[in-house]
């Protein structure tokens, strides 16, 4: 597609349910990034996918967040028993890296979870 | 491990008026710097980057960054703001694993 899209963009959901939010990145882009938002702070890195796969998910805060990339394109981030803590927006990137990270990154719009 | 400083996390200036914000960075390898804007609303949009060459690179919207590598500094600036330059900006640095590490952003409020 021209960019990269997120779904839903605004979700709110009740403490204790599981949520999933989609990444569907710019079609040819082989790295994915998902970071998350939270009010008046900075980007805080959660997963990186090279293709299908995930060289680096340092920054997922516990076992409750699962990521995965099917096809070499869209991407699922699953937040298991969601906390209040989980409210953010979360943010998915996409770029055309082969080699390193010169390229930058083309972010999507987000989406906002509130969990209430 | 790579770190970002964004040295004010809230920049007021009247319209017309020139800014700089800035950014310290630190990392034991290679870098690449970026700044990204964020308007309201909106999603992160790339600004400018410094990969190599040239230490001053020139953006989007008139904006341009100088990176200066014996102060881990790349400072963006830009003479002459307008109303809709308000945003928040993001300074980043990426190595060559592709991972980029961002700063806790600066709030411009450009004023009439």
């Known amino acids: 597609g021209a960019g990269v899209s997120q779904s839903p963009s605004n979700k709110v959901t009740e403490k204790g349910k599981d949520v999933e939010l989609r990444c569907d990145p710019i079609s040819g882009h082989t790295a994915l990034y998902w970071y998350r938002q939270s009010l008046g702070q900075g980007l805080e890195f959660l997963i990186y996918?090279?293709?299908?796969?995930?060289?680096?998910k340092s920054g997922l805060p516990s076992d409750r967040f699962s990521a995965e990339r099917t096809g070499g394109s869209v991407s699922t981030l699953t937040i298991q028993r969601t906390q209040q803590e989980d409210s953010a927006v979360y943010l998915c990137?996409?770029?055309?890296?082969?080699?390193?990270?010169?390229?930058?990154?083309?972010f999507g719009s987000g989406t906002r979870l509130t969990v209430v | 491990a790579q770190s970002v400083t964004q040295l004010d996390s809230q920049v007021p200036v009247f319209e017309e008026a020139p800014v700089e914000l800035r950014c310290n960075y630190s990392?034991?390898?290679?870098?690449?710097l970026f700044w990204y804007v964020q308007y309201p609303n909106q999603g992160l949009q790339l600004l400018l980057k410094y990969l190599s060459g040239s230490t001053l690179v020139k953006g989007i919207n008139g904006f341009e960054a100088e990176f200066n590598k014996s102060q881990t500094s790349f400072h963006l600036r830009k003479p002459s703001v307008h109303i809709s330059d308000t945003a928040e900006y993001f300074c980043a640095v990426t190595t060559n694993a592709g991972k980029s590490t961002f700063g806790d952003g600066t709030t411009l409020t450009v004023k009439p």
């Open positions: 990392s034991s390898v290679s870098v690449y």
């Open positions: 996918f090279q293709g299908n796969s995930a060289p680096d």
């Open positions: 990137a996409s770029s055309e890296e082969r080699t390193g990270g010169a390229y930058g990154y083309t």
